[in-house]
């Protein structure tokens, strides 16, 4: 649909809309153009209202943190739907269970977790997305995934319908499941193990210790590129990448971490083409050198 029309049936979200946005400060990139739609859906009703009206006639795309994410320059020829306030509420349920919305980040349920005395929750301070996020890619580190704690999801699909699922019929592998990509995941609950809260803090300063030592922060990164090629190779990806590709390639500005070989930068003025081309260039090369296909982890959104 032209803007002009959506602008005519999306009246009454007025209040939570933005024409033409612009996407470049809402990814970690920093990088990417504008979207034909942005919405900003605080109410469960809301979003109902907004899909029931879309109807699937636009391609819509659910923005979390941006932690992992690369946009495309262009005009995003769709809707960027971002959860808003009603969906970052956390809760405790029968003393081990927790209620998480889906907009809740990563580093908020650790850290209430911790607060309430339940663990297994710690790695999760370690991931800058946010619990929908994690969950459609099943994020983990330190041998800890999402998948570990979790009871069920409550998820819309793209025509307004919302159901349960409960974990154990979702099949969870390495940084994926076969979930519907027509699903939007709006909260989760999660099981705990009671432990002392001194213990838990340990815990998770000890994991923040090691991530920070061998990963860069405060720059504009969107995290791990690619994923382990687990079933093909015993090294990691970021070894694959050191030993196939020139440490200093960049394009424009976009270069591979000094700290971490698998997390590509944006020095300053990287372009969507920039940082495509040294996805690109990696992936090929890595292939070149070992014959190893290695998936990317990153989520590129382009028309």
């Not at 262009?74 to 959860?83: A, C, F, P």
């Not at 020139?246 to 300053?268: E, L, Q």
Request: proline share 2%.
């Amino acid at each position: 649909m032209k803007i002009k029309e959506l602008k005519k049936i999306l009246k009454k979200f007025d209040s939570n809309i933005i024409f033409d946005a612009n996407l470049k400060k809402k990814n970690w990139f920093n990088i990417g153009g504008n979207a034909k739609v942005f919405f900003k859906a605080n109410e469960l009703k809301d979003l109902v209202n907004f899909l029931k009206i879309i109807n699937n006639r636009e391609k819509i795309h659910i923005i979390g943190a941006g932690s992992n994410t690369l946009i495309t320059d262009d005009t995003y020829d769709g809707i960027i739907i971002k959860l808003g306030k009603n969906f970052n509420r956390l809760s405790v349920l029968n003393s081990n269970i927790i209620i998480s919305g889906a907009a809740v980040l990563d580093k908020q349920l650790s850290n209430f977790a911790a607060d309430n005395s339940l663990s297994g929750f710690e790695f999760l301070n370690c991931i800058p997305g946010t619990i929908g996020g994690g969950i459609k890619m099943n994020a983990g580190c330190f041998d800890r995934e999402i998948k570990d704690n979790l009871i069920s999801i409550q998820a819309i699909d793209k025509i307004g319908n919302i159901l349960t699922i409960p974990s154990k019929k979702i099949n969870f592998e390495y940084r994926s499941n076969d979930l519907s990509e027509n699903l939007i995941f709006l909260s989760a609950s999660f099981k705990g193990l009671k432990e002392d809260k001194i213990k838990i803090r340990e815990k998770m300063l000890e994991l923040k210790f090691q991530k920070d030592k061998n990963q860069p922060s405060n720059i504009k990164t969107s995290g791990s590129t690619f994923k382990n090629p687990i079933k093909k190779t015993t090294k990691k990806v970021w070894q694959l990448i050191k030993e196939s590709v020139p440490a200093n390639t960049k394009f424009g500005d976009a270069c591979i971490s000094d700290k971490h070989s698998n997390f590509f930068v944006n020095k300053g003025n990287a372009t969507f083409h920039d940082m495509k081309k040294l996805i690109d260039f990696v992936e090929k090369s890595v292939f070149n050198k070992t014959g190893i296909n290695i998936e990317k982890e990153i989520k590129i959104l382009e028309n």
